[in-house]
């Protein structure tokens, strides 16, 4: 079938070229819409118990997107009436911003802060700095005087050092562009900084924002890394097309790709470009492979170029299929967790790696059926190919000796034993404060932990009470089980704080107590409580107390500060609070977990903390079927796995050693890597069965096989190692850097184990798929024999 | 051939082996993660400490309650502190101890907490109180001749003259709030409260008199340093002192509008506490000193105890007043490194 169909392709190798030219125009065409974005939903697993609660409640209690900002002063505090117009100015300026949920805007200067202050008229809630500034020292002194003694304003929108000022802002999700909202926060800051104030600004909008904010550097890195891959294609391959090919097949099928997907409507999370690389080098694999064949074949048979074409697209379409079919059923295996990012990836990936059996299998050689050979001459010749030579005899004398193999496979058996170990350290979620995907020095990570070491925390989850009846939230019972869990919430080290009703009755009683701390806290009975709830919201507009209560006063929400979003963080702070509500039931009202960023992040990180294992498992069963299928025995699915694993663990070790965690920008790289280097295996055991078939000998047929695609594999590796470690050097972006480094890591465990680890396995266990009887459909007595006559009839035929 | 025959049983069995496995871990394989439990711990973020009492003069040993019934002790002087199990989730308004061993505390809801061995246990007392906000005690004091007071709501004034065992009320049933209690050298019992109210009781509770006070604003504590001279403290920053054993009280102005709620008398100086971490500091001769229990700690103290070597103060949260400055007590490392930047 395979013969027929080459045979058919090269004859109308015009048709094909002309068709796949229309196809990547009009796809390409599409691909110039491709939306480069990041979308939040992406992150969320939809179907989760917290995401559920996160999309019932956020309008209300607070979504993910929040940004917090902070005007902090190098002497002296706040109150200063230049200080606080700057406040103002912000908490103003915000309401302007796209997407901004006008309700959620919250500073000194908004009007949802109040201080409850009784009177000789009797009790007033009055908004501490709204509408208008203090205009005299006096009232300043008055307003500081307010600030320190309202519990919901100092510590929390005031620093207990006086010295910053807080202003928080929520986004509508379903709204939010973070392509604008970054540079109009820029700006409204550009605005008011001045000499010996500094603002700033956290928050995941912003985040995203930056991350947008360096795509023209993500851009120039890739121009660079395509730059030097071709450089070095050249140094290595030498000739014209071996520069070239590798670059159109993976070129082309990517925007095969990027043009589907567009019109899928999928957009492409900045994050992910580093990724596509990982992707492309298949393509470069797979056509220097072709190329390599195509030489082999026309110097050993001395065959005109169409020929060898022909012969290298039939000999190496099989491996080179199972190799894409493995790689594209491991990917797809990822799209089973729910989360559209990494689905979005999976499908990418496993879209991608198919386009490749077209765009590159058949693509590929019948570009090579039109050299020609004979003037075709070296642009460059490094000497580079003696090196190789050489270090592809010394693999062979290595593997092909009964000492040495052992040794090699003891070495990769320990390798895989304390790798897999390691690997087992690796963390779920960020591992360290800050975000992971900037450098910890970044003027944003830095900006993180100046806010958090001040503030109780930018990041927020909301935990809701869900009652039976209307007024629950006013019942003393409950709300002394609110606090009791905000105290025992507040005993984690990364929660900096908890805000709830209580915290607005409290400072009511006291109040009405003269201002007596002893009478801080709820009263007796409901009554009472709503009548300190009616004192605390008198005059103030519906939404002031939304972020705690409907207004029924049925289900409500304690809002918790986080100092940082660690997968450590949020897992414990899950965990207490379910162990709180499990031993501390209250008749009639319920906990539910949990919204706002953290409750998402929790999401995220039990979907992927409870997928990961089952994709890898699933990932390696697809690779077992798929290899135990191709050569119909089950013994080459078991041959194949241990290289898989060890690709893998190795990584993962190295991943838990730099301290990279599993999250959801880093998991696609994981799962799209897994596949990643089969195909070098298959290459190197085909032809070890190939030539083993015609001369009979294990060690010829080993050195034959590293000789030719085991030279290829070199050549790939070294490409795509050397050029994707740019992102280490180039990028500002340290997610990129260290997926730039994994993915180099990736290459050179799978080229090394292909190698020497399947030759050494190949030369002791003389597995059966490898040396057995040649079966029917396979034919590898018509090598070069043949001639172009011969199988233009066959083609036809 | 027989040996190919097993080498392929073998391949097939663990073929079969690791696919089995394969699938199990795929789909019956659900992780689990060693999540920390959370330890309550003896001093919280959110606790409010409304009382302190530090038995014998040496500081070593210190009881502190406040919320949710909470009552911690330190036997080192603050370095580490035992939460000690209560009976109740009233709020405690204060504690006072006879000695290392003895003590009560007293709180909402006519809470009275008695213990005779060191607080390892408490025990809570049946006491009648006045209808109608009567259950609200405020303040626990032990005097020196050994009598225990408790001061409270509607006019509440609480005695026992057998270490706690028995406790009957000493005042009549008033609509006022008894913030304070003091005995002076003399023996005659104090009570400050609501409305610049001040009585004095010459016969340990029998009988009451209400003297002339300066001030309409509420008196918040009340203390007497000897020889007939006495301060009392209360909201908006007032301060009266008398020289005349009490006959004669006098305003004195500050430059402070902050509450002041409790004041104690350390044998050489008054030391105020209030909100907005004020420190008032002064003598009987009249000099004041208006200060900061530490540099950008704006938080408030309801309870001042001295001790041979400084001050035990409680109210959002607990610490300590010494010559060498002030620390907060705190079972948190990364709150007490907050603390240590507000001090310097």
Same mark, same amino acid.
């Given at each position: ?22 196809? !990547? ?10 939306? /480069?974005?990041? !979308?939040?939903?992406?992150?969320q ?44 100015r ?31 008229e ?73 000499d ?6 956290v ?19 890739? $121009? ?5 891959? +071709? ?14 090919? *590798? ?20 957009n492409?999370? *900045? ?8 992707i ?26 169409? &020929? ?14 199972l ?7 491991a990917?797809? /295996? ?16 496993a879209?991608?790696?198919g ?10 050689p ?15 010749? =490094? ?12 693999c062979?004398?290595? !593997?092909?000796?009964? +000492?040495?193999?052992?040794?090699? =496979?003891?070495?990769?058996? /320990?390798?895989?034993? /304390? ?9 779920? $979620? ?7 995907i ?19 925390g ?72 709503g ?18 209560s ?12 986080f ?19 499990a ?17 998402v =992040? ?27 299928? +191709? ?31 599993l999250?959801?920008? !880093? ?77 180099a ?10 190698l ?15 040396? $057995? ?9 018509? &090598? ?14 | ?29 659900k ?26 003069d ?25 939460i ?14 006879w ?5 009560f ?34 303040? @626990? ?51 400050? #409260?609501?409305?610049?109210e ?30 007939g ?21 006098t ?11 409790d004041?104690?008398?350390?044998? @050489? ?17 009249g000099?004041?000193?208006? #200060?900061?229990v ?14 041979? #070597? #400084? ?34």
């Amino acid at each position: 079938m395979i013969k027929r169909l080459s045979g058919f392709l090269i004859q109308w190798r015009v048709a094909v070229v002309a068709l796949l030219a229309v196809v !990547t125009v009009v796809l390409g065409y599409f691909a110039l819409g491709l939306e /480069v974005k990041t !979308t939040f939903s992406d992150l969320q697993p939809a179907n989760h118990p917290y995401v559920q609660i996160n999309e019932k409640y956020k309008t209300t209690f607070g979504g993910a997107n929040v940004v917090t900002l902070m005007v902090q002063v190098d002497k002296g505090d706040i109150f200063r009436r230049d200080i606080l117009e700057i406040v103002q100015r912000i908490t103003k300026d915000l309401q302007y911003i796209d997407a901004v949920n006008q309700f959620q805007i919250t500073s000194l200067a908004s009007k949802k802060i109040k201080n409850v202050q009784a009177s000789t008229e009797g009790i007033e809630s009055l908004p501490l700095m709204w509408p208008d500034l203090p205009s005299s020292d006096q009232e300043i002194e008055v307003l500081r005087e307010a600030a320190i003694s309202n519990p919901m304003v100092y510590g929390q929108y005031v620093s207990k050092d006086l010295s910053a000022a807080l202003i928080t802002v929520d986004f509508i999700d379903r709204l939010i562009d973070y392509d604008k909202v970054y540079p109009q926060i820029q700006e409204i800051i550009n605005e008011v900084e001045v000499d010996g104030v500094e603002v700033k600004v956290v928050g995941q909008p912003i985040l995203a924002g930056l991350i947008i904010n360096y795509l023209p550097e993500t851009l120039k890195i890739v $121009g660079m890394i395509i730059g030097v891959i +071709a450089l070095l294609l050249l140094v290595t391959e030498g000739t014209l097309r071996g520069m070239l090919l *590798p670059l159109l097949s993976g070129g082309v099928t990517g925007v095969w790709v990027m043009g589907v997907i567009t019109l899928m409507g999928i957009n492409l999370d *900045p994050l992910a470009i580093v990724i596509t690389f990982l992707i492309a080098a298949r393509a470069v694999s797979h056509t220097i492979q072709l190329n390599s064949a195509f030489d082999d074949e026309r110097r050993s048979g001395g065959l005109n170029s169409r &020929d060898a074409a022909r012969l290298a697209l039939r000999k190496l379409f099989r491996p080179g299929l199972l190799g894409l079919a493995t790689d594209a059923g491991a990917m797809l /295996v990822v799209a089973l967790t729910p989360i559209p990012l990494l689905q979005k990836a999976s499908l990418i990936g496993a879209m991608w790696v198919g386009a490749m059996v077209i765009g590159t299998l058949v693509m590929v050689p019948v570009a090579l059926s039109w050299v020609r050979a004979d003037s075709e001459h070296r642009l460059v010749d =490094l000497r580079v190919n003696t090196a190789v030579s050489a270090f592809l005899r010394l693999c062979t004398r290595l !593997t092909t000796n009964r +000492a040495s193999a052992s040794a090699v =496979l003891i070495v990769a058996v /320990v390798l895989l034993a /304390v790798s897999g170990f390691f690997a087992k350290d690796i963390t779920v $979620g960020d591992a360290n404060p800050g975000s992971p995907i900037l450098w910890p020095d970044s003027e944003y990570n830095r900006s993180d932990a100046s806010i958090n070491s001040r503030f109780p925390g930018s990041d927020r989850m909301f935990v809701v009470i869900e009652g039976e009846e209307p007024d629950a939230l006013k019942r003393p019972e409950v709300l002394d089980n609110i606090m009791q869990y905000q105290q025992y919430m507040e005993n984690l080290e990364g929660v900096g704080g908890t805000q709830s009703l209580v915290d607005v009755i409290r400072p009511v009683n006291m109040v009405l107590h003269e201002g007596n701390p002893r009478f801080f806290k709820t009263g007796d009975n409901a009554l009472v409580n709503g009548e300190f709830l009616f004192f605390a919201l008198a005059g103030s507009d519906p939404g002031d107390i939304a972020r705690f209560s409907d207004i029924k006063y049925q289900n409500g929400a304690v809002q918790l500060s986080f100092r940082d979003h660690q997968g450590d963080t949020i897992r414990t702070a899950i965990q207490a609070s379910k162990d709180f509500a499990a031993a501390n039931p209250v008749d009639g009202v319920e906990y539910r977990l949990a919204g706002g960023l953290i409750g998402v =992040l929790a999401a995220a990180n039990e979907v992927i903390f409870s997928g990961q294992i089952q994709s890898i498992a699933l990932a390696l069963l697809v690779l077992f079927f798929f290899c135990a299928l +191709a050569y119909r025995s089950s013994q080459a699915g078991l041959f194949f796995l241990p290289l898989v694993v060890l690709s893998n663990t190795v990584t993962f070790s190295f991943m838990s050693w730099q301290g990279i965690s599993l999250n959801v920008n !880093t998991l696609p790289v994981a799962a799209l890597g897994i596949g990643l280097g089969v195909d070098y295996a298959f290459y190197i055991t085909d032809r070890i069965r190939e030539s083993f078939h015609k001369d009979g000998d294990v060690r010829e047929a080993i050195a034959f096989a590293l000789s030719t695609a085991g030279r290829a594999v070199i050549v790939t590796a070294a490409t795509m190692i050397a050029s994707v470690v740019l992102w280490y050097f180039f990028s500002s972006l340290r997610f990129q850097a260290e997926m730039g480094l994994l993915i180099a890591l990736w290459m050179s465990v799978s080229a090394i184990s292909a190698l020497v680890v399947i030759p050494s396995m190949v030369y002791l266990l003389r597995p059966r798929f490898i040396f $057995g009887a040649v079966r029917k459909g396979e034919d590898y007595s018509a &090598d070069s024999a043949g001639t172009g006559a011969a199988y233009a009839v066959q083609g036809r035929a | 051939m027989n040996k190919n025959y097993v080498s392929y049983a073998l391949e097939v069995a663990l073929s079969l082996l690791i696919l089995g496995g394969l699938f199990w871990v795929a789909f019956f394989v659900k992780p689990s993660v060693d999540v920390p439990s959370v330890e309550a711990q003896a001093i919280e973020p959110r606790d409010n400490f409304f009382g302190v009492a530090s038995p014998g003069d040496s500081g070593r040993v210190v009881w502190a309650a406040g919320s949710f019934g909470k009552i911690v002790r330190s036997e080192d002087g603050g370095k580490t502190w035992q939460i000690q199990p209560t009976p109740v989730k009233s709020h405690l308004q204060d504690i006072a101890a006879w000695d290392a061993e003895t003590a009560f505390a007293a709180g909402d809801k006519g809470v009275l907490l008695m213990t005779r061995n060191g607080g390892d246990s408490w025990q809570l007392l049946e006491v009648d109180t006045f209808p109608m906000g009567g259950g609200q005690f405020l303040r @626990a004091h032990v005097d020196a001749e050994g009598r225990g007071w408790v001061a409270g709501g509607m006019g509440t004034v609480l005695l026992s003259e057998d270490r706690g065992a028995t406790w009957q009320q000493a005042h009549p049933r008033k609509d006022v709030s008894w913030n304070d209690i003091a005995v002076d050298s003399s023996g005659a019992v104090w009570v400050v #409260g609501e409305f610049g109210e001040i009585q004095r009781s010459p016969d340990g509770g029998d009988t009451w008199e209400s003297i002339p006070s300066p001030t309409a604003s509420s008196l918040m504590a009340i203390t007497f340093s000897g020889r007939g001279k006495g301060i009392a403290v209360g909201l908006s920053g007032t301060v009266i002192q008398t020289v005349d054993s009490g006959k004669h009280w006098t305003a004195v102005e500050l430059d402070t509008s902050a509450h002041l709620f409790d004041v104690s008398w350390s044998g @050489a100086r008054y030391q105020a506490v209030g909100n907005g971490g004020v420190l008032v500091s002064g003598t009987d001769s009249g000099q004041w000193d208006i #200060g900061s229990v530490a540099d950008g700690n704006y938080g408030w103290y309801t309870n001042i105890t001295a001790t041979d #070597g #400084g001050f035990y103060i409680a109210g959002r949260g607990i610490r300590f007043l010494g010559p060498q400055g002030s620390h907060a007590f705190t079972s948190r490392t990364d709150v007490a490194q907050v603390d240590k930047r507000e001090s310097e």
